[in-house]
């Protein structure tokens, strides 16, 4: 007998439907069968049934929050089962130790949250069985039954989990310990308030904040733009005043001038500049793109998108949302005709076919097996729903992901883009721009009807060197320079992921770059959503503020290693060496308690350097919820430090790793 450990009762669910099986409690039965000739017994976790242990389990004395007991350092990390889901576990537990259970498969979520969640349930039950690992991306009975039928040995995923597990602890030091030291010290000078600090969430909110100071200190100025019209041989355009390429004046005086000088007078083309453009097919969806698009197409907020994601994923309609990346492996690409036939049998999609394209099968463009790491692109699946039937925000994810994988099945989008520079009376030079779309190619399917093409320009007419006329109408507009835009959610999350871009060192850049930036796929929306809960940032019609709040933490912190992606960098560096095989957990969390310590007296030192009046200030605003929520987490004596949302402070299991 076999027990399947899964991570939801959903997901367990869909593992059990392609046999036969019967619902108990807290379990489901399958029955003999090829698969299982023994039968088989599924069961599930509720996400994370077990939490690290809180400063007081280790210390009573850790309870208090106090400068003087920090830095929290336990000499190892241990865990226990949530009191809200300890029933689960004892179910879970009671079938981990059936003598009659030979083997226990692991079929968390495919990926390192999920290797982490598995293994500490199994920890925790203080149960040592034979274990396989089920590695599927995709819900489909076709799927579920492919995956069982080439379980891997549990090795082959064991340091995916010492990288989780080390993750968890690591955060778990900076965040309990950051979060008090600052907290107590900010309420010094008198603010009631709990200030969490974390080691992605800090520096993103660092990011936010720079942004809402450029804005707040930026001065608009003023400047003036001269605008003609011009007839030439019974062609109407209009063109932009330039000089050596800059077309503002900061001179009224200056512009007015022009627009006299060039009232009436005669104007003739100087150069036609045309350059014909190929744009490629987007590439399929990984979870950051998608939560990008839907949150520019539908207002979806990061978290919305991957809930969604994930109900059509428990449903079997998508493929794993969590993914990094955006190319297909060559056994998925082989399962396109299947899927783009079921599509084109949608009312919905049939515009689009046939398909220009055939097969994408050859195009590394998408099919790229080097470039596919846990998971491959988020596809829709061979099991394609009746739309009708979806909720409203499904059936949209659904299109976006069906619309994707159908452009990548269609020709280049060609353009042609002309540059007139036109002459008024051989003086005065005009610049006018457009673009005429040539090939529609794959802006059929992502740019019909309701949706927005940016890149649509006015239409010029056809001009040619030395055709002549004159001036119809010349004008003056005044406009006024503009502070930078607020980031929306899903450019938040477009800038977790590049924020190696703000660093001054090319190496960690590099290495930022090659982790994806902050975060990772699955934890960006819970660290945005975070953010909002810590009231470190308010989002009012799509646009991302950051709070008196946040900017104050980020002022307290200064330029300290807390508030940059250099630390994260050089944490995602060593973790994925962790999850290769190739360094040590134990030299890794040794490395990161010598870091909070470090912490702890930077902050103290800081605190010294912090300007009155803008804390009293702060602290005059404070309101009596904070206080109370202070009192609350002193309480508690973990919450602060603990990132729930960002799903990075779960899970291990007995091993070298987990006695750090």
């Known amino acids: 007998m076999k027990v399947i450990l899964a991570e939801k009762p959903d997901q367990a669910q869909k593992l059990a439907d392609p046999f036969p099986h019967k619902k108990r409690s807290g379990y489901i039965e399958i029955l003999p069968n090829p698969h299982f000739p023994q039968g088989a017994l599924v069961t599930w976790a509720v996400g994370h049934i077990c939490e690290l242990l809180p400063p007081e389990s280790y210390n009573p004395a850790w309870k208090r929050w ?23 576990f004892s179910v879970i537990k009671e079938l981990l130790k059936r003598p009659d259970v030979r083997e226990i498969i692991l079929a968390g979520d495919a990926g390192r949250e999920g290797e982490l969640i598995v293994r500490t349930i199994v920890q925790q039950a203080g149960v040592n069985k034979p274990m396989k690992r089920l590695w599927i991306s995709s819900l489909t009975e076709k799927a579920v039954k492919a995956g069982f039928a080439n379980l891997l040995d549990e090795a082959e995923t064991r340091n995916l989990y010492y990288e989780a597990y080390s993750r968890a602890c690591a955060d778990w030091l900076i965040g309990m310990n950051a979060s008090r030291i600052y907290t107590l010290l900010l309420q010094e000078k008198g603010l009631a308030d709990v200030f969490s600090v974390g080691r992605v969430q800090t520096p993103t909110l660092a990011l936010i904040v720079k942004r809402e100071k450029e804005i707040a200190h930026f001065k608009p100025e003023p400047f003036w733009e001269v605008l003609a019209t011009f007839e030439l041989e019974g062609k109407r355009y209009q063109g932009k005043w330039q000089k050596e390429g800059e077309s503002r004046l900061t001179d009224q005086a200056m512009a007015e001038a022009i627009a006299r000088f060039c009232r009436e007078k005669p104007a003739a083309v100087k150069e036609v500049v045309q350059t014909r453009k190929e744009f490629q097919p987007p590439l399929l969806f990984n979870l950051s793109s998608l939560q990008a698009t839907a949150n520019k197409a539908f207002r979806f907020s990061p978290k919305k998108t991957l809930d969604i994601a994930q109900q059509l994923y428990v449903k079997g309609f998508i493929s794993y949302p969590r993914s990094d990346s955006s190319f297909v492996t060559p056994g998925e690409a082989e399962s396109f005709p299947e899927i783009l036939a079921k599509l084109s049998k949608k009312a919905a999609y049939q515009p689009f076919f046939p398909l220009p394209v055939r097969s994408i099968r050859q195009n590394r463009r998408y099919v790229n097996e080097k470039k596919v790491t846990d998971h491959y692109a988020i596809i829709p699946t061979e099991q394609v729903p009746d739309l009708e039937k979806l909720s409203a925000d499904e059936r949209k994810l659904y299109d976006l992901i069906a619309r994707r994988l159908i452009a990548a099945h269609y020709d280049p989008a060609v353009a042609l883009y002309t540059t007139v520079v036109t002459l008024v009376d051989g003086r005065a030079e005009f610049v006018s721009k457009g673009r005429q779309q040539l090939q529609e190619g794959w802006r059929k399917v992502l740019f019909g009807e309701g949706q927005e093409d940016d890149e649509d320009e006015p239409l010029l007419p056809p001009l040619a060197e030395g055709e002549s006329g004159q001036v119809a109408d010349v004008t003056v507009k005044e406009g006024r320079t503009q502070p930078p835009k607020r980031y929306t959610e899903g450019e938040l999350i477009t800038l977790m992921k590049t924020a190696g ?37 308010e989002v009012r019609k799509n646009q991302v503020y950051a709070t008196p709040k946040g900017m104050l933490l980020i002022e307290a912190i200064g330029d300290k290693i807390l508030a940059s992606p250099e630390m994260t960098a050089k944490w995602e560096q060593r973790l994925e060496e962790i999850g290769q095989g190739s360094a040590s957990a134990q030299v890794f969390i040794e490395q990161v308690r010598k870091l909070s310590v470090k912490l702890i007296e930077d902050a103290k030192q800081q605190a010294k350097t912090w300007v009155l009046p803008a804390f009293a200030e702060a ?38 790793a987990g006695k750090i």
């Open 619 to 656: 602290a005059a605003a404070s309101r009596p919820a904070a206080r109370k929520r202070a009192k609350t987490a002193k309480a508690t004596g973990s919450s602060a430090g603990r990132k729930k949302t960002a799903g990075k402070t779960s899970k291990p299991r007995k091993s070298s």
């Open 501 to 537: 871009k703000h660093l001054h060192n090319e190496e960690l850049e590099k290495v930022l770059a090659k982790t994806e930036g902050l975060g990772t796929e699955a934890t960006r929306a819970g660290i945005i959503t975070l953010l909002k809960q810590r009231g470190y940032i």
């Open 66 to 88: 106090s400068v003087q007991t920090l830095p929290i350092l336990p000499e190892t990390f241990r865990y226990r089962v949530m009191a809200s889901r300890k029933k689960q």
